[in-house]
């Protein structure tokens, strides 16, 4: 997908969907702003607790950024 579709689809994903596609984000070249409201909503304690991801997610994603913006 190219970065308008990206773009497009972001507002609407879950929060493991986010974690999961943060290497597509960086290669798709996502606007700052949208990464922006993509770390924010990652780093939400609310967001977060609701998520019910087990730790090992949040670390797989950070490990297969590519970019940490």
């Known amino acids: 997908m190219d970065k308008a579709a990206w773009e497009a689809i972001i507002p609407s994903m879950g929060v493991m969907a986010l974690a999961r596609n943060l290497r597509n ?3 798709a070249g996502v606007s700052d702003e ?5 770390c924010a909503r990652l ?3 609310a ?3 609701a998520s ?3 730790p ?3 670390w ?7 970019f940490l913006r």
């Open 25 to 27: 984000f960086d290669e």
């Open 34 to 38: 949208v990464a922006a409201r993509i």
């Open 43 to 45: 780093t939400d304690s």
């Open 47 to 49: 967001v977060v607790n």
């Open 52 to 54: 019910c991801m087990f």
């Open 56 to 58: 090992f997610r949040w």
């Open 60 to 66: 797989a994603a950070y490990k297969h950024a590519s």
